[in-house]
């Protein structure tokens, strides 16, 4: 495993890094397990969504707001106040890869237990979850990422605090996802093609299915932070890399030249 403490991007390059990584772990490349955030914020949608049908393009364009399409799946994120995570890794991978549920939870038992460390009270949310009814009708925007929560997705006192989304071809996953710090996703109201109604009914939505680590760790927690968390549960093995270090992971991705993945 290598985690890669990497650094702000735009929403469009932090897609492209994953993407590639996600070739790499088809290659059969090591487990990555990038921590990122999203400089200047902005929207990413799933790659299944039509940007057109799910959001107010000419409002993100008149208000600077980039959008990008996800290697993963999901629903449309606004991108602020959060520490971002990608985990990539071969299918056959002994640790990290297996079966979606297999994957799914081993990636939420430690992410959980890193947040747990830095004083969170954070757990996992109960077998089924909780899917409310989509706010805006059958002909509006599908559901939100953060407005429901499913098995082993990370809560606090049953508020989502991560969401996640995993994609698997034939032989790599890459999964992606979110911790929230503070109230910035639910910015995305403001972009939805949507009316004006149901643009507040889904802020008051997220609003109150989610909740943010910002209490326990402060208004602007660096990445490193998380990162120092992460090292501490991860197995002894594991490689750190910080920033630029990690720039040849990708161009590796490409030509598959770097450590392949262990099967036990």
Known sequence: MILWCDGPHDPAEQMRRDALLLAGAEAGAEPVLRLFRFAPFGITIGRGQDPARE??????ARDR??????PTGGRAIFHADEWTYSLSAPLADGAWGGSPAEAFARASRCLLASLVRLGIPATLA??????????????G??????????????????????????RRTGRGLLQQGSVLIGPGHLRLADYLAAPAAHREAVRGALARATAGAGPWLGPDPPLERWADGLAAVLPPCTRRLSGAAGAALLTAAQDGSYTRASSN
């Open 55 to 60: 959001l107010d393009l000419d409002r993100c």
């Open 126 to 139: 109960p077998r089924g979850g909780d899917r409310p009814p989509r706010p805006q009708g059958r002909e």
């Open 65 to 70: 707001v980039q959008v990008a399409t996800r």
């Open 141 to 166: 925007p599908a559901p939100l990422c953060f407005a429901s929560t499913a098995r082993h997705e990370i809560v606090i006192a049953g508020r989502k605090l991560v969401g996640s989304a995993q």
